[in-house]
């Protein structure tokens, strides 16, 4: 039974550039998150989606954008990197309860 | 305004001994907490819940204790063993009807095993 899918799992990307993450929940499950966390610090929650549609939104700025497509699968896009981006993006499937994070995706922005 | 707090970045225990890693949050609306367990390259992976209505919680080595009037939560682990080394998160959420299940973590604290 797979879990949650992320990719890439690495990424290079200068100042200004836009960036799409991708994200196959772990199979049952219908909600996705998704999460930054940076250096040293703890994931911080940047939104989530239900049924297609953000449900619930972090304090992150309009450049970060997602979407969720009908096999319940995910996408985080990031306009305008800057280098405070640089971070770790997890994403997080659930079902109610039960939530499972994927590996994650590393973003260096230069 | 950090709601979940880990104020020890760091904590080394002796193998064998009792591992005890402490965890503060601000919303006395949360009811349901959690601890999750995180090794490099990898992504957090679930250990163990407790929810407001119980003070403890116990699944092996593993002992989680709630004290809702301080708004504490700790996580202890008897007795260490060297695979328990890696970045612990406590997590906070609100159950709540509606399913709104965002998860709010602590900065983490990273626990070293020593032999």
């Known amino acids: 039974d797979a879990g949650v899918t992320q990719s890439p799992t690495h990424l290079i990307k200068t100042r200004g550039q836009q960036v799409t993450l991708r994200c196959s929940p772990k199979s049952g499950h219908d909600t996705v998150s998704w999460y930054q966390q940076a250096l040293g610090q703890g994931p911080q929650f940047i939104f989530q989606y239900y049924e297609e549609e953000e449900r619930q939104r972090g304090n992150f700025p309009d450049r970060f954008s997602g979407h969720q497509f009908p096999n319940y699968s995910s996408e985080l896009n990031v306009n305008a990197l800057l280098l405070g981006d640089s971070a770790l993006y997890l994403c997080?499937?659930?079902?109610?309860?039960?939530?499972?994070f994927g590996s994650g995706t590393r973003l260096t922005v230069v | 305004d950090q709601q979940v707090k880990q104020n020890s970045p760091s904590l080394s225990v002796q193998e064998g001994r009792i591992s005890i890693l402490n965890c503060d949050y601000t919303n006395s609306m949360f009811d349901y907490f959690l601890w999750y367990k995180k090794y490099p390259a990898e992504g957090p992976t679930f250990l163990i819940s407790i929810s407001s209505i119980k003070d403890k919680n116990e699944d092996g080595r593993f002992t989680v204790f709630l004290n809702k009037s301080a708004k504490h939560l700790s996580l202890h682990i008897v007795p260490s063993q060297p695979g328990d080394s890696a970045v612990y998160f406590c997590?906070?959420?609100?159950?709540?009807?509606?399913?709104?299940?965002?998860?709010?973590f602590g900065k983490g604290t990273r626990l070293h095993i020593l032999p």
């Open positions: 997590a906070a959420t609100l159950l709540e009807l509606n399913r709104d299940d965002k998860i709010i």
């Open positions: 997080a499937s659930s079902l109610l309860y039960d939530y499972t």
